[in-house]
């Protein structure tokens, strides 16, 4: 078990000392239930339950109604992307070629609402990160979900309104978010932030991980700049830490920039 680090409870715990450096919100690493040994919780086997390392359902909701009592916010970190890397792992190969998807252990294969292959791409891993093609492809051998299916995304969206309601959480940071199609965030999106307005969380904040120093790239995703419905509130700013890492740490731009 490579499982490290802290739970519900020690966050708890902490929240005087949160509370008196200011800090508004917290922002806590995804906590469905992960593939084996998986501590980072980015390898989602059942996305419906929480992982015990954390701790129980209960012991969340108790952190989180003890950080609102303190005007602490608590946003939760949402995969949509990809789940474990239970699938044994292959080369990427462009579509409409795919390889049989094979299970490394059949004791250990992926839970329900996803627990068909047919709900995951078999195009094989990401070889080439500037290829617009394979961005879409298994990231780091990931087990990458059908994002595209309107089965997947339905479920997509009710697993994660339903984290909503069973937490009270206040906002969503969002993994891998140019690694799905746009046409997924023009559709997902709207569906959890009216399942949020209907539990009563008219402010529900929603900001995506690009990993790109594009302003343009990054900035495609928010609003209604991605075409159609509102897509994302915001997304993390990556362009500056290009820019602050040529600068400061490699010395390959100038100050000016």
């Not at 469905?32 to 992982?51: C, I």
């Not at 954390?54 to 990809?82: M, S």
Request: hydrophobic content about 35%; glycine content about 10%.
């Amino acid at each position: 078990d490579r499982t490290h680090g802290g739970d519900f409870k020690g966050i708890q715990k902490r929240l005087s000392y949160l509370e008196g450096l200011g800090i508004t919100a917290i922002w806590i690493s995804p906590i469905p239930l992960n593939a084996y040994g998986e501590y980072h919780g980015y390898a989602a086997r059942d996305f419906t339950k929480v992982d015990p390392h954390w701790g129980t359902l209960e012991e969340l909701q108790q952190l989180v109604a003890a950080c609102h009592a303190r005007g602490i916010r608590v946003i939760l970190d949402v995969v949509c992307n990809h789940g474990g890397n239970l699938f044994q792992d292959n080369s990427y190969i462009s579509p409409p070629a795919s390889y049989p998807l094979i299970y490394r252990d059949l004791s250990r294969t992926h839970a329900p609402p996803f627990n068909s292959t047919a709900y995951w791409h078999a195009q094989g891993s990401i070889g080439s990160w500037t290829d617009p093609e394979q961005i879409l492809g298994e990231l780091f051998g990931l087990d990458d979900l059908k994002t595209e299916e309107p089965y997947v995304r339905n479920q997509l969206a009710t697993i994660w309104s339903n984290w909503i309601t069973w937490t009270d959480a206040d906002g969503f940071r969002i993994d891998t978010v140019k690694h799905v199609e746009r046409e997924f965030w023009r559709t997902w999106t709207p569906a959890v932030r009216a399942n949020a307005v209907a539990f009563g969380k008219t402010n529900f904040f929603m900001f995506g991980e690009v990993f790109e120093g594009s302003e343009a790239k990054c900035g495609s995703y928010t609003g209604m700049k991605a075409g159609g419905a509102f897509a994302l509130d915001s997304v993390l700013d990556y362009p500056q830490y290009y820019a602050t890492n040529s600068v400061f740490a490699t010395a390959s731009g100038g100050a000016q920039s």
